[in-house]
């Protein structure tokens, strides 16, 4: 079975920086597609980043795009790095895998982001 854990979330500044961790593990999860999810409060949750199974490529939410950074190392790890951070951004944060031209079935917990003044 498929495990996500995420990690890194906390307290930062507006115009700050921060990573989140999602260290993953399961059968074949380097051929799954990893993404980041946010659930900001009061609203739905939204689609944030994307990284492929297939050819590495990542893909963003239009409006996030040039701001957060998706990236994979070689220990199944997926991160997200986020700059100038708006207040805005506050939410919990979460990363879901799916299988080739499967759905997001698996889900970490979420970790919590912070951004104030």
């Known amino acids: 079975q498929v495990q996500l854990v995420e990690s890194g979330g906390g307290f930062v500044q507006v115009g700050g920086s921060l990573t989140l961790s999602c260290r993953t593990s399961g059968p074949t999860i380097n051929s799954y597609d990893i993404a980041w999810f946010r659930r900001l409060p009061g609203k739905e949750r939204e689609f944030v980043a994307q990284?492929?199974?297939?050819?590495?490529?990542p893909y963003y939410e239009d409006s996030l795009r040039g701001r957060f950074t998706i990236s994979r190392d070689n220990a199944n790890t997926v991160y997200l790095r986020m700059n100038s951070l708006k207040s805005e951004d506050t939410g919990v944060y979460y990363c879901a895998a799916r299988a080739p031209h499967g759905a997001y079935d698996d889900w970490g917990q979420g970790t919590q982001v912070t951004v104030s003044s």
């Open positions: 990284i492929s199974g297939s050819d590495g490529l």
